[in-house]
């Protein structure tokens, strides 16, 4: 294949041939999954757009902006805060680990009974697949679940890494921890980029990627809508795309494409007929290009309206308080909101319970199936209580484990669509 970016992937020492491997089957999984829908916005040529330059212009940005002198920063978890990254002129990528590439490369890391998310990054990783990771100055860390915490350490030898510590409690004690935490990801950024974090700087990065989530929230705003006029898979693209795109360029398109919604929800006009069952998506995030779940609920005769998940809402319900006029008052903010995650590695966790629940009601969904990947014991946890307080509001859901692989796709069907007959 003869692509204008293969000198520049080259330089990235990316292993060619297995590369273009990659590119032709995620090319024709995005063909069958996103072009063949029927009635899509005219703002999904964005999202189209950003997906077939994924490993192509936005990496040729990100290697121009390297030669301007700006770092590149890799994440794994909503936990980073990008704030302080944008403040430090850094740019932020989520490294996307959602296909099963290098699997048994990285088995040679961690144990086989790790999730799919943690052995796809090491996999991308070891068989030099992702121009993303090739090109980070800096990959962060977070010590969320006992898989990763791990996985960090002989990854941590193959990259420049940095780990925060997460803590797994909600008290004054934890939120101190978390505060130098905070403190320790804006000294280590600082020492990466040579710019130091003035008030001023910070005040920007706060309101654009306040201004990102805002967009986000527009978005998860409209889809309350019946008929619901956005399909699942195009906003769980948004959500990802959210991930690696410029924000600023991002926030813009959102704001777009939410208007082209507010004017197909004032004509009632949808891309599922109303009376389509509803579904919210809840649990493990779901990274580029894991589509495999919303593309079988959505071919299955039901609609997605809502994701809680960190490529979702988790990432976008809760903005960095604007009022904090010094320096030291905005990083209060910064850790403030982020210890409003409720990732299921906090324990007890019932804001969890609660927000999903809440979302499954604003979004007036008809019931919410559970996403769990295979070995991941937090959200494999909280799944089993999670049923039960949906059960006890009357919400049906439906409990999935599963991987990135392909083996399961009937199985699945079989499963969802039985679920969906039963909420008609
Ligand atoms: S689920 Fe938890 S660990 Fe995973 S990305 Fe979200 S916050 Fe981070
Ligand atoms: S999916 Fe679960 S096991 Fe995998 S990295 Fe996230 S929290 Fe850890």
């Known amino acids: ?39 899509r916005l005219r703002g999904a040529e964005y999202l189209d757009f950003v997906l077939s330059e994924v490993h192509g212009l936005r990496i040729k940005e990100i290697q121009d902006a390297k030669a301007q002198g700006r770092k590149v920063v890799g994440t794994f978890c909503v936990f980073v805060p990008e704030e302080i990254t944008l403040a430090a002129d850094a740019v932020q990528v989520g490294l996307c680990a959602g296909a099963e590439a290098g699997k048994e490369l990285a088995e040679t890391m961690v144990p086989r009974n790790t999730c799919s998310l943690i ?99 527009r978005l998860t705003a409209l889809r309350a809508a019946s008929p619901a006029p956005i399909s699942g898979r195009d906003a769980l693209l948004v959500n990802q795309i959210s991930f690696y795109d410029d924000p600023v360029r991002f926030t813009a398109k959102m704001n777009e494409l939410c208007d082209e919604l507010e004017a197909r929800v004032a004509r009632g006009e949808g891309v599922a007929e109303a009376g389509t069952p509803r579904l919210l998506l809840s649990g493990c995030p779901m990274a580029v290009p894991n589509w495999k779940l919303p593309y079988i609920v959505e071919s299955s005769g039901a609609v997605i309206v809502g994701e809680e998940s960190c490529i979702g809402t988790r990432n976008s319900r809760d903005l960095v308080d604007e009022s904090g006029a010094t320096l030291d008052e905005m990083l209060d903010a910064i850790a ?37 990947l295979l070995f991941c014991q937090p959200y494999a946890n909280e799944s089993i209580r999670l049923d039960k307080t949906l059960a006890a509001e009357g919400i049906p859901s439906l409990s999935i484990e599963t991987d990135y692989s392909m083996e399961d796709v009937q199985q699945l069907k079989t499963r969802v669509e039985a679920f969906v007959e039963t909420l008609d």
């Open 1 to 39: 294949m003869t692509s204008p970016y293969k000198e520049m992937w080259e330089r990235l020492d990316l292993d060619l041939e297995a590369h273009d491997a990659l590119l032709d089957v995620l090319g024709k999984f995005y063909g069958d999954i996103y072009l063949s829908q029927q009635g």
């Open 119 to 217: 052995k796809s990054f090491i996999g991308f990783k070891l068989a030099r697949l992702c121009p993303y990771t090739e090109s980070c100055d800096l990959i962060v860390g977070e010590t969320t679940c006992d898989g990763k915490k791990k996985a960090y350490e002989p990854f941590g030898e193959l990259v420049n890494m940095h780990v925060m510590e997460v803590p797994q409690q909600k008290n004054a004690a934890d939120r101190a921890l978390w505060k130098a935490e905070v403190l320790r990801y804006k000294e280590e950024i600082e020492k990466l980029t040579g710019v130091t974090i003035t008030a001023e700087r910070l005040a920007t990065a706060i309101r654009t990627v306040n201004d990102k989530r805002r967009a986000l929230q």
């Open 336 to 372: 403030d909101r982020y210890m409003k995650i409720d990732c299921a590695c906090f324990t007890p966790n019932t804001e969890r319970q609660e927000n999903v629940m809440d979302l499954a009601k604003t979004l007036n969904a008809d019931g919410v199936i559970q996403y769990n």
